[in-house]
C-alpha cells in the first residue's frame, strides 16, 4: 500500500533554515509527480509546490517563490523541501501528497509540524 | 490574486442531500480546471474524494458526485451519514503548474 511519511519539522527561528523531507513507498515513486502542501493551525489548505516525477519541472506557490526548495531522490524514494528564509507565517503542517496524473493529490502523508518562532 | 471560494460552513440532516461548491472570483470554474475535492476529519490528513471533476476516488461511497453546476464545480451527498461531517475542500488548476485550494467548507451533520 502507498505509504509517505513525512519528517523533519520542529521549531526554528526566523530568518533560519529547514529541510523536510517526505519518505514513499508502496507505489513506482520515480513514475509520478509530488506535491507539498501545508495547513496553518485551524486554517486551511494551502497548496506549497509541485515536483514532476524526473524533477525537471517545479512549480512553487506566490507565498513561497524564491524561499523554498521543491527536490526529489528517485534513487531513495524521498521528497524533499528545502525552506530558508522562514517566517512566522510559514508555521503550519506541511503534508507531502503523491499525484495522480496532474489531476489529483490521491495520497496524503501524516504530516510534520513546523514551528517559526523565536 | 486568484481567490477559490467555498461556503464557510453548512449543515444538513442525517439522510438529506447537500451541495458544496467551488467557484472563482473572477472567472468561471469549467472542467479545464480540473476540479478535484477532498474531505479531511480534525487532526487527519486530507481525503481524496473526486477529481475531473466527477470521477470518485478509490473508496468512496457512490454517495458522493462531482458536477459543473453554472459556474462553479459542486460536490453533492446525498443521503449524508455521521461520518459524512467534515472539512471539505476544492482545489483548481490555474495553468502554469500552479494548484489553488478553496477555503474549505465545514459541514456539520444534524
Known amino acids: 500500500q502507498v505509504q509517505l511519511l513525512e519528517s523533519g519539522g520542529g521549531v526554528v527561528q526566523p530568518g533560519r533554515s529547514l529541510r523536510l523531507s517526505c519518505a514513499a513507498s508502496g507505489f513506482s515513486f520515480s513514475s509520478y509527480g509530488m506535491h507539498w502542501v501545508r495547513q496553518a493551525p485551524g486554517k486551511g489548505l494551502e497548496w506549497v509546490a509541485t515536483?514532476?516525477?524526473?524533477?525537471?519541472?517545479?512549480y512553487y506557490s506566490d507565498s513561497v517563490q524564491g524561499r523554498f526548495t521543491i527536490s526529489r531522490d528517485n534513487s531513495k524514494n524521498t521528497l524533499y523541501l528545502q525552506m530558508n528564509s522562514l517566517r512566522a507565517e510559514d508555521t503550519a503542517v506541511y503534508y507531502c501528497?503523491?499525484?495522480?496524473?496532474?489531476?489529483?493529490?490521491?495520497?496524503w502523508g501524516q504530516g510534520t509540524l513546523v514551528t517559526v518562532s523565536s | 490574486q486568484t481567490v477559490v471560494t467555498q461556503e464557510p460552513s453548512f449543515s444538513v440532516s442525517p439522510g438529506g442531500t447537500v451541495t458544496l461548491t467551488c467557484g472563482l472570483s473572477?472567472?468561471?470554474?469549467?472542467?479545464?480546471?480540473?476540479p478535484s475535492w477532498y474531505q479531511q476529519t480534525p487532526g487527519q490528513a486530507p481525503r481524496s474524494l473526486m477529481f475531473?471533476?466527477?470521477t470518485r476516488s478509490s473508496g468512496v461511497p457512490d454517495r458522493f458526485s462531482g458536477s459543473i453546476l453554472g459556474n462553479k464545480a459542486a460536490l453533492t451527498i446525498t443521503g449524508a451519514q455521521a461520518d459524512d461531517e467534515s472539512d471539505y475542500y476544492c482545489?483548481?488548476?490555474?495553468?502554469?503548474?500552479?494548484?489553488?485550494f478553496g477555503g474549505g467548507t465545514r459541514l456539520t451533520v444534524l
Open positions: 501528497a503523491k499525484d495522480h496524473g496532474y489531476t489529483n493529490l490521491d495520497y
Open positions: 515536483i514532476s516525477y524526473d524533477g525537471n519541472n517545479r
Open positions: 473572477s472567472a468561471s470554474v469549467s472542467t479545464s480546471y480540473y
Open positions: 482545489m483548481l488548476y490555474m495553468g502554469s503548474g500552479i494548484w489553488v
Open positions: 475531473l471533476t466527477n
